[in-house]
């Protein structure tokens, strides 16, 4: 199969099974481009890790592009060609979905009533390491606050399967990110990037985004710059005796070659601590036998120590539990 080839399946997945219903803008854009010889062979001038829509359409938003036809993408794209790989070259695919919490806080949730110390890998600026400073509501249930009240961050979160949703939020005594290259929510260019890589026409991202944003300046994480696998031991060791250890990544293991993911996947096991993961279906290989049949379209896996015990929306939206009520871990 030809490269061209290749990149056209990735566009027009991403176009069918991500963002339809979400971003008509990035939906014909991506449809545009995955039908487009000539906008292939451009984009196929980048390096494969660099192809990524989200990096593509980020870079041409970055530039000043607005929601428009895909037929002034594709000019704008042919015209700036240089600006944006420049753009592509020099920036990640680093969504820094706070949203992606409400999923994660049924399992992180199972420690609540004992402080905590939260550790992310491919944490980008760290807003999904404060779960303790969001407030959540889950399908027509109560709001779930932070200790000091209602947060200006509300999660929305759609539930079946009956996932454990804790009472109250965990105390994090101890959070620290990892990434390749880590971003400072006290840096404007930084955060203008992150809003770049949020779907046109999703404004309640972008709100919640800058929500989160301005909770994490008030409280900035600790972030490291570094390789998951060659710096995560040394991070979980820095954390704090006497309390549980969670390590968690959301969408991240999919970037690694499969033999360094196996390799994290070993490290992980050895580690101190309980890992929590929420990655695309396929990326961990749970196999047909562990999973029950997903819903239709884009969906991560929750697993919680190397255990498969959920769905989720890539963003949070929804969550499909059918890892049993929890509890004791």
Not at 6 to 30: I, K, P, Q, T
Not at 115 to 121: H, N
Request: proline share 7%.
């Amino acid at each position: 199969m030809g490269a061209g080839v290749r990149d056209s399946e990735r566009y027009s997945r991403f176009a069918e099974l991500e963002v339809r219903g979400y971003s008509d803008c990035y939906a014909e854009w991506a449809s545009g481009v995955a039908g487009d010889p000539g906008t292939l062979e451009l984009i196929g001038g980048l390096p494969v890790a660099k192809r990524q829509p989200q990096l593509v359409f980020g870079a041409v938003r970055y530039l000043g592009l607005g929601v428009v036809s895909y037929g002034e993408f594709r000019e704008f794209l042919v015209e700036n060609r240089d600006e944006v790989r420049e753009i592509v070259m020099t920036h990640r695919t680093q969504t820094n979905e706070a949203g992606r919490t409400a999923a994660l806080l049924p399992v992180i949730g199972q420690f609540a009533g004992e402080p905590v110390a939260l550790i992310e890998y491919g944490a980008s600026s760290g807003l999904c390491l404060y779960p303790d400073r969001y407030s959540y509501r889950y399908d027509d249930g109560p709001m779930l606050d932070p200790v000091d009240g209602p947060s200006e961050v509300v999660l929305s979160c759609s539930t079946s399967g009956r996932p454990p949703i804790p009472d109250v939020l965990p105390e994090v005594v101890y959070r620290a990110g990892l990434d390749i290259n880590p971003l400072n929510v006290a840096d404007a260019e930084d955060m203008r990037w992150l809003e770049m890589l949020i779907w046109p026409e999703q404004r309640d991202r972008l709100e919640r985004l800058r929500g989160a944003v301005e909770i994490a300046r008030r409280d900035p994480p600790e972030l490291r710059a570094g390789d998951l696998v060659d710096s995560i031991a040394e991070l979980v060791d820095a954390a704090p005796r006497g309390v549980p250890v969670l390590v968690f990544g959301s969408a991240v293991l999919t970037y690694l070659e499969p033999e360094r993911r196996a390799v994290f996947r070993e490290l992980m096991r050895s580690l101190r601590c309980h890992w929590i993961t929420n990655e695309g279906i396929g990326v961990l290989g749970f196999g047909a036998a562990a999973l029950p049949p997903a819903r239709a379209g884009a969906n991560m896996v929750l697993a919680l120590d190397d255990r498969a015990v959920g769905y989720a929306a890539p963003h949070g939206q929804w969550v499909d539990w059918f890892g049993g009520g929890g509890g004791g871990l």
